[in-house]
Each structure stands twice: as structure tokens, then as C-alpha cells.
Antibody, heavy 118, light 108 residues
Framework: EVQLVESGGGLVQPGGSLRLSCAAS????????MSWVRQAPGKGLEWVAYINQDESQSFFVDSVKGRFTISRDNAKDSLYLQMNSLKADDTAVYYC???????????WGQGTLVTVSS | EIVLTQSPATLSLSPGERATLSCRASQTIGEFLAWYQHKPGQPPRLLIYDASNRATGVPARFSGSWAGRDFTLTISSLEPEDFAIYYC??????????FGQGTRLEIK
């Protein structure tokens, strides 16, 4: 059974940093690209970041470029999102999502809430 | 950036009725559009990919179609568990991967 379990969310002050983790199981993690997708309170889904299988490619939505980095440890079946210089607009539930080779999201974690507030 | 516009914002129907949800792309994206179902407190669920292909385990009452820049998700006969928010997502030209703003399907 495919499982994605996020952790690392919480309350952080504006300008602060947070690192999200996603533990994957039930599939060959190193064989698939991964993404982070977020949902701000009362808003829709927003793709945030992508990383390919061997970390040679990563992409970000414009609003987080230069502040967020995505990485993975294929030996630990884990995905990460390092978030720096956080803003109130980054407040959201962050989902880790497995990607198909057709660039869709076929499995999602339950999400972890990040709240940026003073 | 490709913008996806979903309509209506809210759709009020009764169980057993047919639901038709729309998604229009700001430019041609071929058939490279997916649909997701999202219920409160749960992660989104992939329903349809590449406009008309049902994902694994998705009931046959869900179908997708497209013509030009217009995409449609149809639920042939609504079940109580189908009331949720539905999002479309494009993969034709990315980054960024973009979603529509969502259609809330509510019980009438």
C-alpha cells in the first residue's frame, strides 16, 4: 500500500524557517518524481515544488523561488521541503504528492499545516 | 502560465442527478488535463487523467471529455459520497503546474 506521511509543520514567525519531511513507503521511491502541493485556508490547490528521481531537476512556483528548496534522500525514501523567509501567505496545509510519469498526482499524504504568524 | 477557469463555482444537485463540471484552459493544452476530488480533512484524489482516462479504482460514473480548450467532468448519477470540491489540473506546459480554482459540488 502506498503511504506518504508528512511531518514538520507548525507555527513559525514571519521570516522564520521550517523543514517539512515526507516519508514514503509501499512503492519504489527512487523511481518516481515527487512534488509538494499546498492549500491555503479557504483557497484552492497550488503546486509548490517538483523534484525528479535523481535530484537533477527541480522547479518551483514563482512565489517561493529563492526561498524554498526541495530535496530527497532515496536511501531513506524521504522527500523534504526547506522553507526559509516565510511569509503569512505561505500559511497552508502542505501535501507531499507522488507524481506519475504523465505529470499528475496519483497519491497524496494527509498534509501538514504550516502557520506563519507573529 | 496556463490559467484554468472552472465553472460553476458551486453546483447544487441531489443524489441521483447528473453533474456536469467545466474547466476552460487559457490556451490549447491538448488532452493534458486531470481532475481531482477533494473532501474536507482528506487528501485530494486523482479521478481522471489526460482528459478522459479514469484513474485506478475510480467508479465508472465518473467520465471526462474535452473539445478544444474546454474540458468536462461528468458524474452520471450522484452518490452521497460524491459531494466534494473538484479541481482540474494541466500538465501541458509547465512549470508551473496549475490547478483551476475548484467547483464545490453540494447537496441540494
Amino acid at each position: 500500500e502506498v503511504q506518504l506521511v508528512e511531518s514538520g509543520g507548525g507555527l513559525v514567525q514571519p521570516g522564520g524557517s521550517l523543514r517539512l519531511s515526507c516519508a514514503a513507503s509501499g512503492f519504489t521511491f527512487r523511481a518516481v518524481p515527487m512534488s509538494w502541493v499546498r492549500q491555503a485556508p479557504g483557497k484552492g490547490l497550488e503546486w509548490v515544488a517538483y523534484i525528479n528521481q535523481d535530484e537533477s531537476q527541480s522547479f518551483f512556483v514563482d512565489s517561493v523561488k529563492g526561498r524554498f528548496t526541495i530535496s530527497r534522500d532515496n536511501a531513506k525514501d524521504s522527500l523534504y521541503l526547506q522553507m526559509n523567509s516565510l511569509k503569512a501567505d505561505d500559511t497552508a496545509v502542505y501535501y507531499c504528492a507522488r507524481m506519475t510519469l504523465t505529470t499528475n498526482f496519483d497519491y497524496w499524504g494527509q498534509g501538514t499545516l504550516v502557520t506563519v504568524s507573529s | 502560465e496556463i490559467v484554468l477557469t472552472q465553472s460553476p463555482a458551486t453546483l447544487s444537485l441531489s443524489p441521483g442527478e447528473r453533474a456536469t463540471l467545466s474547466c476552460r484552459a487559457s490556451q490549447t493544452i491538448g488532452e493534458f488535463l486531470a481532475w481531482y476530488q477533494h473532501k474536507p480533512g482528506q487528501p485530494p484524489r486523482l479521478l481522471i487523467y489526460d482528459a478522459s482516462n479514469r484513474a485506478t479504482g475510480v467508479p465508472a460514473r465518473f467520465s471526462g471529455s474535452w473539445a478544444g480548450r474546454d474540458f468536462t467532468l461528468t458524474i452520471s448519477s450522484l452518490e452521497p459520497e460524491d459531494f466534494a470540491i473538484y479541481y482540474c489540473q494541466q500538465r501541458y506546459n509547465w512549470p508551473p503546474i496549475t490547478f483551476g480554482q475548484g467547483t464545490r459540488l453540494e447537496i441540494k
